[in-house]
């Protein structure tokens, strides 16, 4: 199971933390029962124990489990595997009602990531944005990239209500993601611009700024509506 050949953009912690967070939500592990120690995590997945504990403790950010002084790590009890569940998205009026959510959501995730974040969680958002800048820079739009670049601020909000929340409404977003994207590659500006609110974003997140962060979250979200829906 070890992992020292895995992708080369994901850290060995992030590996780890996404094995065992399938794992975790997939109920292979049952409510309460207690984790291999770091040790023995450690040989599963043939890495360092810095490496699991850094998993461990994005696992605990996430309230997917918790820790007893002396006892170890035990699994959360999640009550419903899917916590949150929305039906299939339909039509506009649906996509306009998750814009309505999500400018409620993001900027709060985006001011709490100023004040919470961890430089684990500054890499993650950098990353995305890094491909972000990369498909920019060749005129086009990776609609993956920028959900992970969303999602990343959820998790360095560290309040897994954030982040289960966005990880629920992938499908939605991406509906909505890839419309715009295609909108603004019509435009030869239009790339660079949306790339540079994302970049002010991260920038704002990373200097503490919470009240500029959630400001400008806000404001890419309502450009972003607007741009697909001029007349909203």
Known sequence: MGLESGTARKSLSDLV???????????AYQ???RLPTEHDLAAEFEVSRPIIREALRRLRDQGLIYSRRGAGSFVRALGLKEPLGFGQ???????????????????????????RHTQESLVDIRRALELMRDATNRQSHRADADFQFHLAIARAA???????????????????????????????EGLARVFAEHEAIAGAIGSGDGSKAEELMRAHLVGSRERLFPTQ
């Open 89 to 115: 998205l339909e039509n506009v009026a649906d996509l306009l009602n998750c814009y309505e959510f999500r400018l409620t959501l993001e900027p709060a995730a985006a001011s709490a990531a100023a004040a």
């Open 31 to 33: 409510p309460d029962e």
């Open 158 to 188: 560290r309040n897994s209500y954030f982040s289960t929340a966005m990880e629920a409404l992938k499908d939605h977003i991406a509906v909505g993601m890839k419309f715009h994207g295609a909108s603004v590659k019509r435009d030869a």
């Open 17 to 27: 933390f996404e094995r065992m967070h399938r794992a975790i939500k997939s109920g």
